[in-house]
């Protein structure tokens, strides 16, 4: 996956680190051994609950969605999301895992 430049130019050999961060949330929020029988909107609701702030469904979407590269996942989420999930993979590319 070429990564971009501060000029949003694609760079060969680099990681595009925003659609790493789109794939591995789709896969944890998909995939996840604790989301796996979860709709999108439970899987808010405990976000909401464990972060204190305002999660809904679309917001994950949006947070996976190539065609909105302006919306991301905000970094305070990748904990949450990670034990809601399950799936850390997305808190250990990022080097957020609590050890």
């Known amino acids: 996956m070429p990564g971009l430049n501060q000029q949003g130019k694609s760079v060969a050999g680099q990681i595009d680190c925003d659609a790493e961060v789109r794939r591995l949330l789709k896969k944890a929020l998909k995939y996840g051994p604790r989301c796996k029988s979860l709709s999108y909107r439970q899987i ?47 808190a250990d590319l990022l080097g957020k895992r609590k050890k």
């Open 44 to 90: 808010a609701d405990l976000l909401t609950g464990r972060l204190g702030t305002l999660v809904t469904a679309n917001m994950l979407y949006l947070y996976q969605s190539k065609a909105r590269p302006e919306v991301r996942l905000p970094a305070s989420f990748i904990s949450a999301v990670s034990e809601v999930s399950g799936d850390y993979s997305l």
